[in-house]
């Protein structure tokens, strides 16, 4: 059997029940379970309809995902996520940038980075590189005044752990940010790349070895191997192209408000939802939300 999972953003909640019924119907579904009415709602399938993509493109045209996974083993043990655009609406290494009169130069690099347009190491020195001189103290700066959680964050992390589960956070960014981004959403660890400091101010370098695309990977089978759990019992979170080999690996891969060259190589999309649709996809109602 497979899970049919309907998702709106909880902002608008315009999931609408006749909707959500005709495409049961259309599709030979179970029974419509709501967990949360305008929201979220799940049916089980037979098997994966022919028609799948379309049925969501059109679904995405009045601001709905559609998410259809096998429905057992959808409760997961692992939450891993990436940070920045994911837990966090912003790229930390851009709102470095701007303090330092670099902004959109280093946001153009960054970008095309995150759509797959350019090699992750060498896009990260190179912004970094830009940054040189910069006081350490406007870290602390940019975490008061820039950075916003993304909805259901909190949610996500406390839900999951309240059920057992252990929550990873791995960036391509910088601790000085993600200790913190960790700490406040409740996470149980967390990695990223260092930023090199010297007499308070940024050397313009990193720590080696750089923690990209495969650093992302060994952190999800590390971590799972250490928890005594399979990779299928995983849940992943990105956006970028440096998150893709984390998402292909774990059992449900997630790409959240994802860049469209990387949407288009994951089978769960969630353009419309926040964070707690991967608490949905899961099986979860917001009665059970902790």
């Known amino acids: 059997m497979h899970a049919v999972t309907l998702l709106a953003d909880p902002a608008r909640a ?45 679904l995405q045209r009045i601001g709905v995902d559609l998410v259809i996974q096998p429905a057992e083993r959808r409760r997961k043990k692992m939450l891993i996520a990436d940070m920045d655009s994911t837990m966090i609406g912003q790229e930390c290494i851009d709102e470095l940038a701007d303090m330092a009169g670099v902004g959109a130069r280093v946001a153009d690099i960054t970008a095309r980075a995150m759509n797959g347009e350019l090699d992750f ?64 959403l409740g996470f149980d660890e967390s990695r990223a790349n260092i930023l090199l400091v010297e007499n308070g101010r940024l050397t313009g370098d990193v720590a080696r070895p750089i923690l990209g695309r495969e650093a992302k990977m060994t952190a999800l089978k590390q971590i799972s191997a250490q928890l005594g759990i399979g990779h299928e019992d995983v849940i992943a979170v990105g956006d970028g192209a440096n998150d893709l080999g984390m998402l292909g690996l774990a059992g449900t891969g997630v790409a959240l408000h994802a860049k469209p060259s990387v949407a288009a190589q994951c089978d769960i999309r969630i353009n419309r939802g926040d964070l707690t649709a991967l608490l949905y996809i899961q099986g979860y109602a917001a009665g059970d939300f902790a």
Do not use: C
């Open 121 to 184: 190491e060498g896009a990260l020195l190179e912004r970094v590189g830009l940054l040189r001189d910069l006081p350490e103290t406007v870290i602390a700066q940019v975490l008061a005044e820039r950075i916003t959680y993304t909805a259901g964050g909190r949610e996500l992390i406390a839900t999951m752990k309240a059920n057992g589960g252990h929550a990873v956070l791995v960036s391509g960014g910088f601790t000085a940010f993600s200790e913190v981004v960790a700490a406040h």
């Open 14 to 58: 315009n999931l609408d029940r006749a909707a959500v019924e005709a495409l049961r119907d259309a599709w030979g579904g179970g029974i419509a379970e709501w967990l949360n009415p305008g929201i979220a709602a799940e049916f089980d399938v037979e098997d994966i309809p022919e028609n799948r993509w379309q049925v969501w493109q059109d």
